[in-house]
């Protein structure tokens, strides 16, 4: 039984305005795939987290609720659709992620870059955030997105290296590092990002080499959140942390060198996504 502070509720309502205009362009979010418990939250205050290059993924990560199989052919007008959402929601932050496509000879990597710059195009003065897969750790598609210069670029570790085989499938945990080193060393002026989620028997000690090796590669970024499971098919949920418990791991992400961090039970990695950089870098300005 999830402990009460878990007992957040999804009022549809708050959904429908989103909701019609993404059915209207045709348009996937993680918010819907992954099951987020802040959908209606997110949504109501216009908040709204792109997902691309289709909805189904071709990893068969134990942790996650985005459907996994074939995926179908990507859609070039995908962007330009993006773009037009944004602009109709006037969004002062857009943030897109993706389904893992390991098929294709880019990575996705091309789609990516080309939503940015049609965002760019329709709302000069936004940021962007872009959330990606590893890419397979292929160095020409990370370039590609490097190029476009989004304000962020996020890369999830999700969990501790000893649960890797466990948990996430056909993904690699010195390869996720090697990539958020990749892209500093590309671009320092290009923020990266992390997100780790907790509950999955992960011991302390193992949270916190994982702090070191994500500032070791100048990760400036972190979300820490409370893993959920989907179902039964999904991983396990070993532990549910407390409130206080994520306080404190909050501070110590800190102490290790994080310009800015959000820890709690509901933080996923585009949660509160806005404020990373209006406070993010304002805090590590001060160090």
Same mark, same amino acid.
């Given at each position: 039984?999830?402990?009460?502070?878990?007992?957040?509720?999804?009022?549809?309502?708050?959904?429908?305005?989103?909701?019609?205009?993404?059915?209207?362009?045709?348009?996937?979010?993680?918010?819907?795939?992954?099951?987020?418990?802040?959908?209606?939250?997110?949504?109501?205050?216009?908040?709204?987290?792109?997902?691309?290059? !289709?909805?189904?993924?071709? *990893?068969?990560? @134990?942790?996650? #609720?985005?459907? +996994?199989?074939?995926?179908?052919? &990507?859609?070039?007008?995908?962007?330009?659709?993006?773009?037009?959402?944004?602009?109709?929601?006037?969004?002062?932050?857009?943030?897109?992620?993706?389904?893992?496509?390991?098929?294709?000879?880019?990575?996705?990597?091309?789609?990516?870059?080309?939503?940015?710059?049609?965002?760019?195009?329709?709302?000069?003065?936004?940021?962007?955030?872009?959330?990606?897969?590893?890419?397979?750790?292929?160095?020409?598609?990370?370039?590609?997105?490097?190029?476009?210069?989004?304000?962020?670029?996020?890369?999830?570790?999700?969990?501790?290296?000893?649960?890797?085989?466990?948990?996430?499938? !056909?993904?690699?945990?010195? *390869?996720?590092? @090697?990539?958020? #080193?990749?892209? +500093?060393?590309?671009?320092?002026? &290009?923020?990266?990002?992390?997100?780790?989620?907790?509950?999955?028997?992960?011991?302390?000690?193992?949270?916190?080499?994982?702090?070191?090796?994500?500032?070791?590669?100048?990760?400036?970024?972190?979300?820490?959140?409370?893993?959920?499971?989907?179902?039964?098919?999904?991983?396990?949920?070993?532990?549910?942390?407390?409130?206080?418990?994520?306080?404190?791991?909050?501070?110590?992400?800190?102490?290790?060198?994080?310009?800015?961090?959000?820890?709690?039970?509901?933080?996923?990695?585009?949660?509160?996504?806005?404020?990373?950089?209006?406070?993010?870098?304002?805090?590590?300005?001060?160090?």
């Amino acid at each position: 039984m999830k402990p009460s502070w878990l007992n957040k509720n999804i009022k549809l309502k708050d959904c429908q305005r989103m909701e019609v205009l993404l059915h209207g362009l045709n348009l996937n979010t993680v918010c819907h795939k992954a099951l987020c418990p802040n959908i209606g939250e997110c949504f109501l205050q216009g908040h709204v987290t792109f997902l691309i290059l !289709g909805n189904i993924c071709t *990893r068969g990560c @134990k942790f996650c #609720s985005v459907p +996994k199989g074939k995926p179908a052919e &990507i859609d070039p007008d995908e962007p330009k659709r993006v773009a037009e959402a944004a602009k109709r929601l006037n969004l002062k932050h857009i943030v897109i992620t993706s389904v893992t496509r390991d098929d294709l000879k880019d990575q996705g990597s091309g789609l990516f870059a080309e939503t940015v710059l049609r965002i760019r195009e329709n709302l000069r003065h936004s940021s962007i955030e872009i959330l990606i897969p590893d890419f397979l750790g292929d160095e020409k598609a990370i370039n590609n997105v490097v190029e476009v210069k989004p304000d962020i670029i996020g890369h999830n570790l999700e969990t501790v290296p000893r649960l890797y085989k466990e948990v996430c499938n !056909g993904a690699s945990y010195e *390869r996720s590092i @090697k990539v958020l #080193s990749t892209i +500093k060393n590309m671009d320092s002026n &290009i923020y990266t990002k992390s997100g780790l989620m907790l509950g999955m028997g992960e011991q302390q000690q193992e949270l916190l080499d994982v702090f070191y090796d994500l500032r070791k590669v100048e990760c400036d970024f972190l979300s820490l959140g409370q893993y959920l499971s989907g179902g039964p098919k999904q991983y396990p949920v070993k532990e549910y942390l407390s409130p206080q418990v994520f306080d404190d791991y909050k501070e110590k992400a800190l102490d290790y060198g994080f310009s800015f961090v959000v820890s709690s039970p509901y933080a996923r990695s585009s949660y509160l996504a806005q404020e990373y950089l209006r406070r993010g870098p304002k805090l590590f300005e001060n160090d």
